[in-house]
């Protein structure tokens, strides 16, 4: 089994939609709770992060985190072709002498306009 | 400023050739970090640097060898490739310590083993 499981979609919306993203843990160490977005032919790029439970809002943009479900979910509002492109959610903890990062496998977007 | 810059943007290599993959950051970050991204796998870690001078093995890990020699610098060598690892490789770095959480991503490389 996978730490981090996330539907690889794609999720084709209209323009306009709101959209939720989302992927479960089965790791509690985890302690940062990151979102990034890439887009084709690019590297990653983060979007958002949040430390432990609770969420968190960026324009458009709403990370939440509920460590008791080990499920974390990105909200897009009004959400525009712009944003069409492949979402990763992305997990930190300490170990053995470094933070690392596990990612899910990324949630291809479409925005139709 | 150009963040990470890889070499080359993409490449076909025969099977058995040797290749050593170039990411050149100019962030002076300490940490840097090779990865490979699969359909379906995502990004899976297949060789880290804390410092310059010092390596360590991520996920995946077999067929590929990493070097430090500076902070700037920290090249991929796959000795002799096979097909399964055609992928597409990125390379990153971030400032290394306990809060760290924020990775930057160059713009990747992608191979084709045939």
């Known amino acids: 089994q996978k730490e981090v499981e996330q539907d690889p979609g794609p999720l084709s919306v209209p323009e306009g939609a709101i959209v939720s993203l989302n992927c479960t843990y089965s790791n509690s160490a985890f302690q940062y709770f990151m979102w990034y977005r890439q887009y084709s032919r690019k590297g990653p790029e983060l979007l958002m992060y949040t430390y432990s439970s609770g969420n968190k809002e960026d324009g458009r943009f709403t990370a939440q985190v509920d460590k008791s479900s080990k499920y974390i979910s990105l909200f897009i509002r009004d959400s525009q072709p712009s944003d069409s492109a492949t979402y990763l959610c992305?997990?930190?903890?300490?170990?053995?002498?470094?933070?690392?990062?596990?990612f899910g496998s990324g949630t291809r977007l479409q925005v139709q306009p | 400023i150009a963040g990470i810059t890889q070499a080359p943007t993409s490449q076909i290599l025969a099977a058995g050739r040797r290749m050593t993959l170039r990411c050149t950051q100019d962030?002076?970050?300490?940490?840097m970090y090779w990865y490979r991204q699969d359909l379906g796998l995502g990004l899976r870690l297949i060789h880290y640097?804390?410092?310059?001078?010092?390596?360590g093995k991520g996920e995946v890990p077999d067929g590929y060898s990493v070097s430090r020699a500076n902070t700037d610098d920290f090249p991929l060598t796959l000795a002799s490739a096979v097909p399964s690892q055609t992928s597409v490789y990125f390379c990153?770095?971030?400032?290394?310590?306990?809060?760290?959480?924020?990775?930057?991503f160059g713009p990747g490389t992608r191979l084709t083993v045939t």
């Open positions: 990153a770095s971030s400032e290394y310590g306990q809060e760290v959480y924020e990775q930057y």
């Open positions: 962030m002076r970050h300490n940490a």
């Open positions: 640097s804390n410092t310059a001078g010092t390596t």
């Open positions: 992305a997990m930190s903890a300490w170990r053995t002498g470094r933070r690392a990062l596990t």
